[in-house]
């Protein structure tokens, strides 16, 4: 055997798994069918009709586990709001949290008597959710926060803005 034939024989193996390869990474990426992504199912809102002009009383979150998983691959929460109104209530999905979620026992200064302030958490990161008085109805407020370390101090998130639910119905 020959050096010329050692090493023709090797150069067609390296490219026999070069073109293999390449067919591998061009079926994956080009041809091959991609899985979709989770299709949310969204929890039914619960309304119940008004039997008079009767103000809120009490704000109760309820939390549901979501068939779906976040991009992540962890498992979310739909977090609910149920107001009381008298004997009536008016219950809506507010937000799709990843992870899990409990109330918190601090209180915000700003929210409405009554109500309680939701934490979701996950890997690292979160959501506060509290309930205010705005000017024209009562508001569902999302905040969002990230874990820190001694290296890193992370930035305070402004509230926002999710949900709304009328003084009275």
Known sequence: MTT??????????????????????????????????????????TPTEPTGN????SFT??????STLNPDG????HVSLEVLYGTDKISKLVYTAPGSCNDRSEKEK???PNSTVALCYAAGA?????????????????????????EYNPPV?????VAEFPFAI
């Open 126 to 150: 979160g959501d506060y959710l509290k309930v205010v008085k705005g000017p024209n109805s009562y508001l569902v407020m999302r905040q969002e926060f990230e874990e820190g370390s001694p």
């Open 74 to 77: 962890l498992p979310e929460t």
């Open 157 to 161: 998130q402004p509230y926002k803005t």
């Open 61 to 66: 979150w309820k939390y549901d586990m979501a």
């Open 4 to 45: 010329r034939e050692f090493f023709t024989g090797r150069a067609i193996v390296i490219s026999a798994v070069l073109v293999i390869g390449l067919g591998f990474f061009v079926y994956n990426e080009y041809i091959s069918p991609r899985p979709t992504a989770p299709v949310e199912t969204p929890i039914p809102e």
């Open 110 to 112: 700003d929210s409405v």
């Open 54 to 57: 009767t103000q809120a009383s």
